[in-house]
């Protein structure tokens, strides 16, 4: 069969270790793609293959579901939420993550934890994996663009982490940094933003319960195109505060540089909490579309304040949202 061996000779796994879901996924894919005419000549086993590897590497990941942490909202589907993302280290298009994250190598991983903290340490995947007990939780995750997901996503509360580290009284902002390297990443070719992507949160939101450390999804690894092998999800802010691909985790004193900020900061700000009242520069973010619910006759959802999670209020009382937007 054509997608059996790439160039290099290396095998793909047979059959029966993809799971069938992967099969199915990359298939259809590669057969649209076909039919779009939008794979030529060389490129064709190339690309096959390439899918048929970012594809068939779903390890499974599972965790007890933690009930207190699942929202109403039917689950996106895996092939929307692992085809339509924004990880501009590997191009700006939506499709851009799917077709060339194949090239990053999510294992060996090294994290290193630093800064304001007692104990800093640098862990290696399994070591930070095993720092707390994973759970499945549903959230949804809205992009500062207009759209959003329903995601279980796998992982433990941030706060677990925190606590393991002990920062140091000077510690008041946590700084999350993606991996930059350009063998692995072609879009840092492009200076679309700053790299590496940095972002960052307040001690006391990171250290909210909602903050999640997420190593999986779908009851599987992170696919790389989500930010494998670990990322951030903080579902009441905008989707582009949730970090892919960390190596670094910095405590500090002063509030980070973030690389949304840095590029637009009339248009990102450090807090972006989901907020239907305060429009985006460009857009309303009044509304939002949730992605594989957009027919033509769909109406777009209402955005809620925080995306929902109301209990993070408490962290934003007596600022003026409007100001720290
Ligand atoms: N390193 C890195 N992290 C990132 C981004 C990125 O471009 N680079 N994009 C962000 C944005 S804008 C969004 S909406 C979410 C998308 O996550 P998903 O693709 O898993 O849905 O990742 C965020 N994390
Ligand atoms: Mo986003």
Redesign the pocket.
Known sequence: MLIKRNPNGIDIPFASEITPRAVFESRRTFIRQLALGSIAGGALLEMATREAFAQSAAQKLSAKTNSAYVVMDKPTAYKD?TT??????FGTDKTD?SHYAGSLKPRPWTIAIEGEVKKPMTLDLDSLQKLAPLEERIYR?R???GWS?V?PWIGYSFAELIRKVEPTGNAKYVEFV??ADKKQMPGLRSPV?EW??V?GLRLDEANHPLALLAFG?YGEVLPN???APV?MVVPWK????????IVKIRFTKDQPKT??NISAPQEYGFYSNVNPDVDHPRWSQATERRIGEDGFFTKKRKTMMFNGYSEVASLYAGMDLKKFY
């Open positions: 939420a339509y993302n924004n990880f501009y280290e993550p995750l992009c500062v663009e997901m995601i993606t991996l933003l590496p992507y972002e999804m195109q989500n930010g990322r905008y989707g582009f505060k949730s970090a892919k691909s690389a949304w």
